[in-house]
Structures are given as structure tokens and as C-alpha cells.
């Protein structure tokens, strides 16, 4: 079959689970909720999308005869290099026209497919990510995936609605439009009210804010007995304890952390193994959006 893709180019993806990592984004023409053209948006199922979907006459966009044709052009816009290779697949409604076909031949150019869809449309195999944004009146095919990423408020959309489904990953995304400042304090007041409900023994339902990533270093002669310098499943165990502590809570409520800096945070991680992990040498904590980086090495030597 043939593709009719408005445009294709690379860039980072800024939504979600995937935040940061770079893509090629792949905006397939064409909806089932709504026809893209302004006359039509008061009566359709999605009135409030901000997407261009209509024609392919945006950047890399055209008619491609076949899976092979546009791979090329997927290819073209990713560059040099084949390491880390990924494609979002998105619209409009991408599960329109996305098949076996294609999902084959981006594998075989060692890209790992995303997919951004409304749910409405059966998935072929193969996909790598499924991100699913649900609209108002419109029923669920996907009930299952990554990530659920609801766009907020919908008012016979609640995200009551959907907390039963199977996905790793749910988000709220502020309604874009011209509400849309009381649409973004909307979501931060349903997402902080909810930290008191049952969902938040769940991490992929707590609050997100930024991101952290953390190394842990040991020292030392191996054990003449065991061969190792620490034993790593004691080390992996303590260090996913502190990881499970951190991860999306508020930090300025984390006991004994203090204001939420990477000093702190260095520092924090750093009291929580060493009692265990006596040859602990460092751990550092960086912010890769940033570029930031802080490495906090002992008692000894911070005194």
C-alpha cells in the first residue's frame, strides 16, 4: 500500500515517558475524530486538537509508493549513525495507515517504533511503544500499552475513567488552548490532590517533574574469599531501595533530604548506602537536561 505522510523530520521528543530523546517524527495525513479543517471542528469527536494533519505538504511530506519508500526518507531525516535509531509515528491518526509492511522494514533499518495514537484503531505487531492519548466519546480499541497520556480536562473524560487499563506509564497534558493557563493549573491541582489517593502507591502515577540520574562507585581489594570488592546484588538491592524512595515524589517532602539540590541529593543517597556498603566511594548525581553534574565523596573528604 501506499503512505500519505505529512511530514517527516528529526527532533527530541518532548512528551511523556520519552522526554529527551531524540526521533524522527513521522505525521501520517488524516483522522477518524476529526477532518483537520476548521469548518468541521465544533462537530467533531477531537475539537480541540492543535495539530496540522491535513494534505502532505509539510516538511519531507508526500506520497510514498511503498514501506520501503518511506523508510528511505525516515533513514534521510535521522542522518548519520544507526546507534539509537527512533521513530515516533504519529498524526492525525498514524494507526490508519501504519501496517505490517512498515513496521517490518523500519525494524530491518534497526529503528525502535513508537507510536502516538487515539486508541480507536487496532495496533499491528511489532511496535516498540505504544502511547495512547484517549478522547471524549470515543471508544478504546488499545486498552493496553506504555504510556496513557490524557489530555486535560475533558469533561466525560476523567481520568477516573481510565485508571483500570493496562499501561506503565499514565500522564496528564494541559489542554492547549485559549484556556489554556487555567487548563495547566487544572492538571497541577488534580495531579497534587491525587498524591492522596490510592494511585499513588503507584511511581508511573505520581507527580513528574525533572529528571535525575545517579552513579554509585565502590573502592577496594577484592575479597580473597569472593573475589569481589561488594557483593552486587546487596549493592543493587540498596541502591533500588533509594531509587524506589526518590522516585516521583516531591523531594522537598523527602525525610532528612533537605531543600531538593543535587548536593542534597548526592549526599542523601550517600547516607543511605554506606552503613551497608563500607567501601562506597562516591555517587553522583546528574541532570542531563542541564548538563549539570555533582559528586559528593565522603564525610572525610567533605570535611
Same mark, same amino acid.
Given at each position: 500500500?501506499?503512505?500519505?505522510?505529512?511530514?517527516?523530520?528529526?527532533?527530541?521528543?518532548?512528551?511523556?515517558?520519552?522526554?529527551?530523546?531524540?526521533?524522527?517524527?513521522?505525521?501520517?495525513?488524516?483522522c477518524n475524530l476529526?477532518?483537520?479543517?476548521?469548518?468541521?471542528?465544533?462537530?467533531?469527536?477531537?475539537?480541540?486538537?492543535?495539530?496540522?494533519?491535513?494534505?502532505?505538504?509539510?516538511?519531507?511530506?508526500?506520497?510514498?509508493?511503498?514501506?520501503?519508500?518511506?523508510?528511505?526518507?525516515?533513514e534521510e531525516a535521522?542522518?548519520?549513525?544507526?546507534?539509537?535509531?527512533?521513530?515516533?509515528?504519529?498524526?492525525?491518526?498514524?494507526?490508519?495507515?501504519?501496517?505490517?509492511?512498515?513496521?517490518?522494514?523500519?525494524?530491518?533499518?534497526?529503528?525502535?517504533?513508537?507510536?502516538?495514537?487515539?486508541?480507536?484503531?487496532?495496533?499491528?505487531?511489532?511496535? *516498540?511503544?505504544?502511547?495512547?492519548?484517549?478522547?471524549? *466519546?470515543?471508544?478504546?480499541?488499545?486498552?493496553?500499552?506504555?504510556?496513557?497520556?490524557?489530555?486535560?480536562?475533558?469533561?466525560?473524560?476523567?481520568?477516573?475513567?481510565?485508571?483500570?487499563?493496562?499501561?506503565?506509564?499514565?500522564?496528564?497534558?494541559?489542554?492547549?488552548?485559549?484556556?489554556?493557563?487555567?487548563?495547566?493549573?487544572?492538571?497541577?491541582?488534580?495531579?497534587?490532590?491525587?498524591?492522596?489517593?490510592?494511585?499513588?502507591?503507584?511511581?508511573?502515577?505520581?507527580?513528574?517533574?525533572?529528571?535525575?540520574?545517579?552513579?554509585?562507585?565502590?573502592?577496594?581489594?577484592?575479597?580473597?574469599?569472593?573475589?569481589?570488592?561488594?557483593?552486587?546484588?546487596?549493592?543493587?538491592?540498596?541502591?533500588?531501595?533509594?531509587?524506589?524512595?526518590?522516585?516521583?515524589?516531591?523531594?522537598?517532602?523527602?525525610?532528612?533530604?533537605?531543600?531538593?539540590?543535587?548536593?542534597?541529593?548526592?549526599?542523601?543517597?550517600?547516607?543511605?548506602?554506606?552503613?551497608?556498603?563500607?567501601?562506597?566511594?562516591?555517587?553522583?548525581?546528574?541532570?542531563?537536561?542541564?548538563?549539570?553534574?555533582?559528586?559528593?565523596?565522603?564525610?572525610?573528604?567533605?570535611?
Amino acid at each position: 500500500m501506499s503512505y500519505a505522510v505529512k511530514e517527516i523530520f528529526k527532533t527530541l521528543q518532548g512528551e511523556g515517558a520519552q522526554s529527551g530523546r531524540a526521533a524522527v517524527f513521522c505525521r501520517f495525513s488524516g483522522c477518524n475524530l476529526w477532518s483537520g479543517r476548521e469548518q468541521d471542528r465544533a462537530s467533531s469527536v477531537c475539537s480541540f486538537c492543535d495539530t496540522d494533519f491535513v494534505g502532505m505538504d509539510g516538511t519531507g511530506g508526500g506520497r510514498f509508493a511503498d514501506a520501503a519508500a518511506l523508510v528511505d526518507a525516515v533513514e534521510e531525516a535521522w542522518g548519520e549513525g544507526a546507534h539509537g535509531r527512533y521513530i515516533v509515528l504519529t498524526g492525525g491518526e498514524p494507526l490508519l495507515q501504519v501496517d505490517d509492511a512498515l513496521i517490518e522494514a523500519l525494524h530491518s533499518r534497526g529503528f525502535e517504533i513508537g507510536v502516538e495514537t487515539n486508541g480507536t484503531q487496532a495496533a499491528p505487531a511489532g511496535i *516498540d511503544w505504544i502511547c495512547v492519548s484517549p478522547k471524549a *466519546d470515543a471508544a478504546l480499541h488499545l486498552t493496553g500499552g506504555d504510556e496513557l497520556k490524557l489530555v486535560y480536562p475533558q469533561a466525560t473524560a476523567r481520568p477516573e475513567q481510565f485508571e483500570h487499563l493496562d499501561f506503565t506509564h499514565f500522564f496528564l497534558q494541559p489542554m492547549d488552548a485559549p484556556e489554556a493557563a487555567d487548563n495547566l493549573a487544572a492538571t497541577i491541582a488534580y495531579c497534587t490532590d491525587t498524591l492522596d489517593r490510592s494511585i499513588q502507591t503507584e511511581s508511573s502515577r505520581r507527580i513528574h517533574g525533572h529528571s535525575y540520574r545517579a552513579e554509585v562507585t565502590v573502592r577496594g581489594r577484592p575479597d580473597p574469599v569472593t573475589g569481589m570488592v561488594v557483593d552486587l546484588g546487596v549493592l543493587e538491592q540498596m541502591i533500588e531501595d533509594a531509587r524506589d524512595a526518590l522516585d516521583h515524589r516531591f523531594l522537598d517532602e523527602i525525610n532528612d533530604l533537605g531543600p531538593a539540590t543535587m548536593e542534597n541529593l548526592s549526599r542523601w543517597i550517600w547516607d543511605r548506602l554506606h552503613p551497608v556498603i563500607a567501601n562506597l566511594h562516591r555517587v553522583s548525581v546528574f541532570r542531563d537536561s542541564s548538563g549539570e553534574t555533582c559528586t559528593f565523596w565522603g564525610e572525610e573528604v567533605a570535611a
